[in-house]
């Protein structure tokens, strides 16, 4: 056992914590503590990763050769439907949010529990619900419309379980807009004295921009799927043009959700990277407001620009440079934060522990995701590219790099504090480089193939462009065994892993003046905020000099 | 075949779009390049020279930098406003019909293309054009939505169940080239796929003359309004006539009982037999039937061929610019 003096050194022991705070499945499920609530959604979020995950790896398989022959085409069409469904609605929108959100937001500034704590376990409730509800109709057979469910195919043509699914993803909306709405009283009403807006961590920034659009844009995908259930059950003619709907409708309600919803995905991820590439360059973010306030621009613009998936739906020319005029607008915040986080970095101390390679491998795919999306937002160009693997590698890059990746590196920055253990950081830096490598060859060639002309969603392909297709099913391999590691060696941590230490990183954020793992109640007596995001030194009551004498388990070995 | 363009991975480029779409592209590859190799020099700069020399050290304080930020700002925002401004003006060239281009029907289909050129030739997935001369597909499907697409002409356009859309391309050098259904359309999407026939002219008109020409679509429609549907009975003209008259309505500007009006053109005849109580014309009665479920795509393109056919030049005052179609209400 360690001594009061390793304790306070950073380097704690078993003290009581929300882990050891009950071990009945009773004391998980009724718990109201937002720490087991977010453990409980990090299992159930991987299990659909890794389902989606499977259905990834059925997609490179059958795309391996032109002809469609690992899977018939009815199975293809269900099988990058159900990759999608699962992917976008139950891991990439819920991930960061409900998982490291609803840990972190709470300690970062220095409250008890979230503002609504009961609402925070009703959402984990709707969210199995919903999860079940989709998985009993993929189970029963699946659907085939593609995520977007686009009419009258949706409505008139498809013979799979649109309803059930419809019904899972409607369900499934409102674990998030309570999600939003928690998470925004709780910034509102919750944050210790002296943490004032100007020194809230970033990732709490981005969680109340992201929350803004899940509580505005969510419900118009419920309306939507509801609207669209409506017309497969009555047959009223809101969408099809045979009794008189209009197809084009559809989209636009669809996209002005799921547009915005692109950055429920990416606002959080850019949260995360933010504290990581602050924090392991142990200095303050250069240009703190303009990254706080590119969040809510990127939040607010999200909404203007849900056209620009339509370019060559027939929408008129006029509306086409409406919305691409838009999305070069929203280019800017974007690069903004690109900037910031490479000038942070400039005459810092940077350490790379697993945490930090992630976040540089982010910067990478991020600078390639935003710079096609200009590609993509330019109308004259995108008119040949959309509906290509352009596409389909641009959107990837955008939340597979963006998102996974930073939700990759959050999880690996947190896990200390969420578990007290550390990780192999040998192999935490092996899987930070498969992922990066395995991610850029199984989507790069993708960029060259939807220039080629190669569309998406297809089972079956002109054997002129086989060679592309091999690199990409030859990249999801590497990504497929990158992204396996972790399961393994953080699992492995759970019994054999160091114990962390309430501050491994000896940094300055109100969640790592706690116990690791915390307990229960968050902190043992309110803290005080007397010092701004992100700073760090002596004078902050980070006993610097103790950590180093104790030299604890997460010491770098480069220097 | 394709693949023998100057660059290896780089689609043939076949019509007059594919230039101007591939200079944005490689204006676009400049930019980005030019961006992105600056920021990853001074991500690896950084990370070599300033990594950790001693643990949890205390770097210099840098809060930001107004100068900088507002630099930073203005020049990603001009720079995507020339990515902008340049994709404006191609999409006007790709979106804006001619006036003077040979029109071909197309019908989309679960899973073909039916193609039916204006001297009557149908083909399936096949489209057989001739070289430099302007193109223009009047579109429609008859059940979800499709995608025509040429990536060797650098150009698609969604084709959409109850209304048309348009596409044009004018293809510089013959050749077979790819079509396929970019938006997804069901079971057999992926073999929904055809081939673009560029020929020399004299090739062409050799092509429609070995064709048997079946009736064109003038005929066809003729044939439908006179004896099959009996349009002619209301709208022929004489003592029975209680509809409007069609010669010479098209492109003309018609004004609609209880407000409104519109230049005819071939959505609103489409629409006028679909939903014939839904704009009337001033001075007639809505008692048309409507002939909703009772034509098919192709009938109610002959049809609309044959009313603009009664209008001398019909084909050179081609509806409303915008496309592929208009903003439907």
């Known amino acids: 056992m360690q001594t009061q003096d390793a304790i306070s050194a950073g380097y704690g022991g078993d003290k009581p914590s929300y882990l050891t705070n009950g071990s009945t499945l009773k004391s998980w499920l009724l718990t109201k503590d937002h720490k087991r609530i977010a453990i409980m959604y990090l299992i159930s979020v991987s299990v659909f990763f890794f389902m989606g995950g499977i259905y990834a790896a059925f997609i490179r398989l059958e795309l391996l050769t032109p002809a469609s022959d690992l899977l018939q085409t009815a199975t293809y069409n269900k099988v990058f439907t159900q990759h999608g469904i699962l992917m ?191 924090n392991f360059s142990r200095k303050k973010i250069f240009g703190y407001e303009f990254i706080a306030f590119s969040s809510i621009a990127i939040a607010v613009f999200g909404f203007l620009v849900w056209g620009h998936h339509m370019f060559v739906s027939g929408q008129s020319i006029y509306a086409g440079l409406v919305f691409s005029f838009l999305t070069m607008v929203v280019a800017v915040p974007s690069a903004i934060k690109v900037f910031n986080w490479t000038a942070t970095m400039y005459k810092g101390s940077i350490s790379y522990d697993t945490p930090m390679l992630y976040a540089i491998g982010f ?91 190669m569309p998406r969603r297809y089972a079956a392909y002109p054997e002129e462009l086989q060679v592309l297709n091999i690199f990409s099913t030859a990249g999801a391999s590497v990504l497929g065994i990158g992204l396996m590691m972790p399961v393994v060696y953080l699992t492995h941590s759970l019994v054999a892993g160091k114990r962390a230490g309430d501050n491994p990183w ?43 004498k104790a030299s604890g388990p997460s010491v770098p070995v480069q220097a | 075949m394709q693949n023998s363009s100057w660059i290896p991975f780089f689609p043939e480029q076949a019509s007059t779009f594919a230039w101007q779409v591939d200079l944005l592209y490689f204006y676009l590859i400049a930019v980005s390049v030019a961006f992105a190799i600056p920021i990853v020099a001074a991500i690896f700069f950084f990370i070599v020279k300033y990594r950790e020399v001693e643990k949890f050290a205390t770097p210099e304080e840098i809060h930001g930098s107004m100068v900088l930020e507002t630099v930073w700002s203005i020049i990603p925002f001009i720079i995507s406003m020339t990515i902008f401004i340049g994709g404006a003006i191609v999409y006007f060239n790709q979106y804006t019909m001619p006036n003077d281009a040979m029109e071909i029907y197309v019908v989309g289909k679960q899973w073909m293309w039916k193609a039916q050129h ?49 596409l044009w391309f004018e293809a510089t050098k013959p050749g077979r080239y790819h079509l396929y259904c970019a938006e997804y359309c069901g079971l057999n999407h992926s073999g929904m796929v055809g081939w673009i026939n560029v020929m020399e002219q004299r090739d062409f008109d050799n092509w429609l003359a070995g064709n048997t020409s079946s009736q064109t679509p003038v005929e066809m429609g003729k044939d439908l309004f006179e004896n099959k549907l009996g349009c002619a009975s209301c709208h022929a003209g004489g003592a029975n006539q209680r509809g409007a008259k069609l010669e010479g309505i098209f492109g003309k500007e018609v004004k609609f009982v209880g407000g409104g009006s519109t230049i005819v053109n071939d959505d609103y005849l489409r629409n006028s037999i679909l939903n014939p109580a839904s704009q009337v014309v001033e001075g007639f009665q809505p008692i048309m039937p409507t002939f909703k479920g009772q034509v098919t795509e192709e009938q109610l393109n002959a049809l609309v061929a044959y009313i603009k056919s009664l209008t001398p030049n019909a084909a050179t005052t081609t509806g409303a610019p915008a496309a592929p179609a208009p903003m439907g209400n």
């Open chain 1, 88 to 278: 976008i609605f139950f891991f990439l929108i819920p991930a960061i949010p409900a998982i490291l959100g609803n840990f972190l937001l709470p300690l970062m500034i220095g409250a008890k529990d979230l503002a609504l704590p009961r609402i925070n376990l009703l959402s984990l409730y709707i969210y199995w619900v919903g999860g079940i509800l989709t998985l009993y109709a993929l189970m029963q057979g699946g659907v085939d419309t593609g995520w977007t469910f686009y009419t009258p195919y949706s409505t008139t043509f498809s013979n799979s379980f649109v309803m059930a699914v419809g019904l899972g993803i409607f369900i499934n909306g409102f674990s998030s807009i309570l999600t939003g709405l928690n998470f925004i009283v709780t910034i509102h009403t919750m944050r210790a004295p002296g943490m004032t807006w100007f020194r809230l961590p970033l990732f709490v920034w981005a969680h109340y921009a992201t929350s803004l659009v899940m509580i505005l844009g969510t419900p118009v995908v419920a309306i939507t799927v509801l609207l669209l259930a409506i017309e497969r059950v009555t047959r009223v003619g809101i969408f099809d043009p045979a009794i008189g709907g209009d197809p084009i409708l559809f989209q636009h309600l669809f996209w002005f959700y799921s547009h915005p919803a692109v950055y429920i995905m990416i606002l959080p991820g850019m949260g995360v990277i933010s504290e990581v590439i602050s």
């Open chain 2, 118 to 166: 204006g001297t009557g030739q149908r083909e399936i997935n096949e489209l057989h054009v001739p070289v430099g001369r302007k193109i223009k597909l009047t579109m429609t499907t008859e059940d979800v939505l499709h995608d025509f697409s040429i990536p060797a002409f650098r150009t698609k356009a969604d084709v959409v169940p109850g209304r048309y859309t348009y």
């Open chain 1, 506 to 548: 000896m940094l300055p954020g109100l969640e790592w003046r706690t116990a690791s793992p915390p307990p229960t109640e968050n902190f043992e007596e309110m803290p005080v905020v007397t010092w701004e995001a992100y700073e760090f030194g002596e004078e902050n009551g980070l006993d610097i000099e103790s950590a180093r």
């Open chain 1, 363 to 453: 910067l990478g795919l991020f600078l390639v995701g935003g710079l096609t999306g200009l590609f993509l937002g330019s109308v004259g160009l995108t008119v040949h590219l959309t509906d290509t693997y352009f596409v389909v590698a641009h959107f990837h890059y955008v939340m597979v790099g963006g998102q996974v990746i930073a939700y990759l590196a959050g999880i690996h920055y947190w896990w200390p504090k969420m578990t007290g253990r550390m990780y192999s950081e040998f192999w935490g830096k092996i899987s930070a480089m498969l992922v990066f490598v395995g991610f850029n060859l199984t989507f790069f060639p993708q960029f060259i193939l939807g220039y080629q002309g």
